[in-house]
């Protein structure tokens, strides 16, 4: 039987395989990071990094529910001058693309950050416009296209690396957003960061997490974000799609292909299935092509949409 090629080219990435980690899953350690790769990952994304140091919230931050994690974190991070050292530590054993995902309060600080993620080693930036539960950035910046091209914008003036913009499931049409994001010079759309989303103990009549608030994902938000894909696709931007969330297997990812994504991007799952979930999805990935008699992983991009 003929071979079936699993590589992508994702906006100049060379990617063996369409597989991603997801933002936040596994912080940003240069072993962390290699684990996952000897688990079959493609490329790395770290968690998001701001311009200055910020210590998140009080326990408890994620909790599971019947149907997903709930989290709201609230973006700790080390700052970027501090993460430098992270990101040069990893560049050096890494043998995938590494991208930083960045934040900031301001489209100058997405900027600033970006551009020091750069010159440390980032193969690629993703921008986090879409975190549902710290105020004044993530998706209250990718919530309104006008504030989100300027950070685009900004960033891509400051940098010479692929800029990926990751948006939120959060607003009425996020094909808009994705098209307005892309006119201004996004290079890949990851679709989709988590819902918002709340849990309440009826035993002590409080919220769980001390933000009340955060984000679900797992399985229980793929169907959004499958149709989110659709959704951007259907818009035909002319920049590839990277599908994310509640992605456990090959199926899964077979889906997301089916609905326009170029990659995809696991997060959650790696908490139930370890870091050989990337390997696994691959394989059969691989399998399903082969079955199907498709030569390339990039023949089933957007298929749903032709039948
Ligand atoms: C504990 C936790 C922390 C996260 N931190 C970040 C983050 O720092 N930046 C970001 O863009 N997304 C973050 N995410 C969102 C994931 O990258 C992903 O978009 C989402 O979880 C959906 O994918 P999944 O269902 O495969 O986990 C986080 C998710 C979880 C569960």
């Keep these: 039987m003929e071979n079936v090629d699993l590589k992508v080219n994702l906006s100049g990435l060379y990617l063996k395989n369409p597989t991603m980690l997801a933002s936040g899953i596994l912080g940003y350690s240069a072993q962390t990071l290699e684990s996952i790769v000897e688990g079959g990952a493609a490329a790395v994304v770290t968690k998001s990094v701001g311009l200055k140091a910020r210590k998140g919230y009080a326990n408890p931050t994620v909790v599971q529910t019947s149907c997903g994690l709930i989290n709201a974190v609230g973006l700790p991070n080390p700052g970027i001058e501090e993460f430098t050292r992270d990101i040069r530590e990893a560049k050096a054993v890494l043998k995938v693309p590494l991208i930083v995902s960045v934040y900031g309060f301001s489209a100058e600080e997405y900027a600033i950050v970006a551009e020091k993620a750069v010159e440390a080693g980032a193969d690629a930036v993703e921008l986090n416009v879409s975190c549902p539960h710290v105020k004044e950035t993530g998706a209250e910046i990718g919530q309104k296209p006008e504030v989100l091209a300027e950070v685009v914008r900004k960033v891509k ?3 010479e690396k692929p800029v990926f913009v990751k948006l939120s499931p959060n607003v009425t049409d996020i094909g808009e957003i994705a098209e307005e994001a892309v006119k201004a010079g ?44 659709y959704e951007i696709y259907e818009r035909m931007v002319k920049a590839p799609i990277i599908g994310c969330g509640g992605i456990t297997s090959w199926q899964d990812a077979v889906e997301f292909m089916l609905a326009g994504a170029t990659t995809i991007q696991i997060g959650t799952a790696i908490a139930t299935k370890g870091p050989n979930v990337f390997k696994a999805v691959t394989r059969g990935l691989k399998a399903y092509l082969k079955r199907k008699g498709f030569r390339s992983v990039t023949e089933i991009v957007g298929l749903a949409h032709k039948s």
Excluded: F, H, Q, Y
């Excluded at 759309?189 to 988590?194: Q, R």
């Excluded at 918002?196 to 974000?225: C, H, Q, W």
């Design 186 to 229: 996004a290079d890949a759309i990851t679709a989709i960061n988590t819902v918002k989303a709340m849990t309440i103990d009826i035993e002590t009549t409080k919220p769980v997490l001390s933000n009340r608030k955060g984000g679900l994902s797992g399985p229980a938000i793929k169907p959004i974000a499958v149709r989110c894909v």
């Design 157 to 159: 003036s400051a940098v």
